[in-house]
């Protein structure tokens, strides 16, 4: 290789472009983390930061048993069969030590959630900062970067890759201040998330959402994914999405889930069931879209306060109005601006159901909070398409694989612009934290072997 700036280029600074920075930079590796817009944090700033591990400590403390194969079965239940089940298991085997890693040797505050499980897990194995927001998350991992001396550059926006007989030799940078520059290195992580955010990828791959309302970061344009492909890289699992059924209205922030797995659901604007929530507000992000587009989400007032104890968001979503109550059906039916009769069949077939312990007219059974009980509340939501789960395939190093069965020497892919283990199609794969298991699980795999590629 003629020349060498630097020894690791990461692309993009989300959660796995920071994780990545972080693991090369612990093994004495000189990194230049790149971000294209004016703030790092991509897709893990605007999610709820949980990372799913199986057999942590935190899990063994809590007297809770879990381990990498009931991961495993557990994500493979909720996706069904896929292209990348490999990285499915190398993930859940390396998730317990990885969370580890983060808490124990550089101070990034994860928690095991214990008051729920959430979409996917058959026990709490999601770990995230006590405040359920990405954004703290993002704030440390930046921290923990700069502590080893690794400086995020912002307003760089990589514009292609550079070769050298066939091995990754860097990067070409549109720098807003500086202009056009390269910055060589012999080992590079792709890390720029999907293409959620680019109209016509989505078009070709998955032409049934291309419409939704995107929810996700702004730079998630899949520019790195056709980088890779144009390298021989083999794409999987390119129909797959993580949707969200019900993003609040007009307000923009999330509803939580939680309100619904305690015993809440939602109901179309004329007052009716769309089907069984528990396939998980992904799964469910196409069933809204398709019958009405848009929905109302109905709890209690004892639901709403449980979520708004644990989770900040949600809190200010009812400080701001987004959270409406109703005193009865009446109410609440006037709140929703349909009939009353469609309301009381609603909350009755989930009260009959809850008290009997025996499935509603979904098929539903689970509503851990019993019956809905007045004082009711509403909230309204749209359906919203949050980050792609296709990219490209890695092998168990984070290096890209090519279609013929080897790789691309010295190129390394994480989070979105690998491939994700949530399905092959659609949005009902999807499993709580499957976004940053991909993208902080692979980031230090590839932050690790892009450190010992530029050491060799």
Known sequence: MSGRDVDVVVVGAGGGGLTAALAAAEQGASVALLEKLDRPGGNTFVSTGSVPAAGTRYQREAGIEDGPERMVADLSRQSGAHDAEHLLRLLAAGSAQLVEWLVESHSVDLRLITDYKHVGHSVPRLHAPPDRRGQSLTRDLLAATRRLDVEVVTGNPV???????????????????????????????????????????????????????????????????????????????????QGYAALAHPHGSLVSWTTVEKGGFLLSPDGDRMGDESVG??????????????????????????????????AELGAAGGVREADDAEQLAR?????????????????????????DSTGRTDFPMGPLRAPYCVVRSVPALFHTQGGVDVDEHAEVRTGEGGTVPGLCAVGGVASGISGRDGARGYSSGNGLLCAIGLGRLAGLHAAATAAA
């Open 335 to 359: 709140i929703i601006g349909c009939g009353v009769p469609a309301v009381e069949r609603a909350l009755s077939d989930q009260q009959d159901a809850a008290s009997s312990g025996t499935a």
């Open 159 to 241: 514009a292609g890759l550079l070769f050298e007989g066939g091995r990754a030799a860097g990067v070409t940078v549109d720098g807003r201040r500086s202009g056009t520059y390269e910055l060589r290195a012999p080992a590079v992580v792709l890390a720029a998330n999907g293409f959620g955010n680019n109209k016509a990828m989505l078009a070709r791959w998955i032409p049934g959402i291309a419409g939704a309302r995107y929810s996700g970061a702004e730079g998630s344009t899949g520019e790195a994914i056709g980088w890779a492909a144009e390298r021989g890289a083999r794409l999987l699992n390119m129909g797959a999405y």
């Open 281 to 314: 507000y992904s799964g469910f992000a196409p069933v809204v879209a398709e019958a009405a587009g848009e929905s109302v989400v109905v709890f209690d007032t004892r639901i709403r306060d449980f979520v708004s104890a644990h989770e900040p968001e949600f």
